[in-house]
């Protein structure tokens, strides 16, 4: 989809509500969720997707889990084209668009960030490129604008201020409305601690107002 199309609020808010359950629901209340998600037309291959994106952002538990839940419901697919495994190939391909992907989103700070991450962590650095950004974040598989909102959502239930304002800002830079954006945190936020409320909602009027001046 163009990044200059409108989202679908509603679907793009469904996504974020997956992401949420599969980091912080129950087993019971993961399974509702997906099935409510199947039931109302969303694509099983969309789901996988964004039970990936929390991979990368809660870690292979919470991908696992969220994985074996929906092959409870729906059948896993038979990857033939080998398109998700690693060879050569795949990983240069992964590094090209996984760093198209990561400038967009981190825009003119890009190179700086690649600099800090190499002093303090590089041996996530190539990971963050190559698996990240190039094998799962930038999968045609799910719209990269509703992938970097369920991201989003899932920074916010994580309580990462930090990256929440890197990933706001690059939904933002995407081509995500502010109004979506907005949208996303009021229906994420009502399951954290009210006393974090505050904080996490500068946040996110901070990623709007300096991509409004920019």
Known sequence: ??????????????????????????????????????????????????????????????????????????????????????????????????????QKIYGPQFSALMRRVETFAPELRDAMIVEGYGKVLSSPLLDVRNRELCVVAILIVKNRPRQLLSHALGSLRLGVSAELLQQVFD???????PSRKALLEAVISRAIQTESMS
């Open 1 to 102: 989809m163009p990044e200059n199309q409108n989202l679908n609020a509603s679907t793009a808010l469904k996504y974020c509500n997956i992401a949420v359950e599969i980091c912080i629901g129950t087993e019971e209340s993961i399974l509702k969720t997906l099935s409510v998600a199947l039931q109302s037309g969303i694509d099983t291959q969309a789901i996988r997707e964004v039970i990936m994106t929390g991979y990368l952002f809660d870690g292979y538990p919470t991908a696992l889990e969220g994985l074996r839940l929906l092959d409870e419901l729906v059948p896993s697919p038979q990857m033939a084209d080998g398109a998700s495994f690693y060879s050569p190939e795949n990983v240069i391909y992964w590094r090209e668009r996984g760093e198209t992907l990561c």
């Open 187 to 193: 229906e994420v936020i009502i399951r954290m601690d």
